[in-house]
T-cell receptor, first 108, second 113 residues
C-alpha cells in the first residue's frame, strides 16, 4: 500500500464546477504539501498546512491530522486549472513522500 | 521570489554516456533535492543534501551520484546512462532543517537512447 494515496487519479469537469481532490496518508507527519504541475513539467507549491483550512483565491485546502486526510477544493473551476495536483507528506528524514497525482481536465 | 534553475529542459544521451544535470538556487537554501518522475509512479527521491558537501541517499539512488561543492549548486550525475534512466528529473530546494516548503525547478526531460 502506498504511503500517500490520492483520489481520483483522473478527473474531468465542466467549467464552473466545484472540484474536490482527496489525499490520505499512512505515515505520521506534522504537515502536508499540495503542489500543482502544469503540462511542461514545472511544479508550483499551492499550500503547506498542518491543521484546519487554508484558502488562496479559488483554492481551498483542508486537513484532518487525526484521520490523516486532506482535501483540495477548487471553486468555479476554469480550463486554466487543468493540471496534475500532487499531495506530499514529510518523511522522518525531512524528505517529501509524494502521492501519484490527480490529473484534472476542465472543459470549457 | 525563489528561483530554482536547471541546466537543460531537454537532453538526449546515449547508453553508457556520463550525464551531468545541474541545479542552481538563488535563495541561500540549505536543502536541495533531486527527484525523478515517471508515469504511474509519481515523484521519487534520488538524493538530497542538507549542506555543502553533505549528501543523503533517497529512495532510488542506484545508478546515480551527486555533488554539492557550493551551497547554491547541486549536481546529479549518471555515471553510465542506461535506457531505464529515461525520465523527468526535478530539482528542489528548501530553507532550514524543519518541514519547510520546497521550491521546484522546471525539470529536465532526459532521454537515453
Amino acid at each position: 500500500k502506498n504511503e500517500v494515496e490520492q483520489s481520483p487519479q483522473n478527473l474531468t469537469a465542466q467549467e464552473g464546477e466545484f472540484i474536490t481532490i482527496n489525499c490520505s496518508y499512512s505515515v505520521g507527519i506534522s504537515a502536508l504539501h499540495w503542489l500543482q504541475q502544469h503540462p511542461g513539467g514545472g511544479i508550483v507549491s499551492l499550500f503547506m498546512l498542518s491543521s484546519g483550512k487554508k484558502k488562496h483565491g479559488r483554492l481551498i485546502a483542508t486537513i484532518n491530522i487525526q484521520e490523516k486526510h486532506s482535501s483540495l477544493h477548487i471553486t468555479a473551476s476554469h480550463p486554466r486549472d487543468s493540471a496534475v495536483y500532487i499531495c506530499a507528506v514529510w518523511g522522518s528524514q525531512g524528505n517529501l513522500i509524494f502521492g501519484k497525482g490527480t490529473k484534472l481536465s476542465v472543459k470549457p | 521570489d525563489v528561483k530554482v534553475t536547471q541546466s537543460s529542459r531537454y537532453l538526449v544521451k546515449r547508453t553508457g554516456e556520463k550525464v551531468f544535470l545541474e541545479c542552481v538556487q538563488d535563495m541561500d537554501h540549505e536543502n536541495m533535492f533531486w527527484y525523478r518522475q515517471d508515469p504511474g509512479l509519481g515523484l521519487r527521491l534520488i538524493y538530497f543534501s542538507y549542506d555543502v558537501k553533505m549528501k543523503e541517499k533517497g529512495d532510488i539512488p542506484e545508478g546515480y551520484s551527486v555533488s554539492r561543492e557550493k551551497k547554491e549548486r547541486f549536481s546529479l550525475i549518471l555515471e553510465s546512462a542506461s535506457t531505464n534512466q529515461t525520465s523527468m528529473y526535478l530539482c528542489a530546494s528548501s530553507f532550514g532543517r524543519s518541514y519547510n516548503e520546497q521550491f521546484f525547478g522546471p525539470g529536465t526531460r532526459l532521454t537515453v537512447l
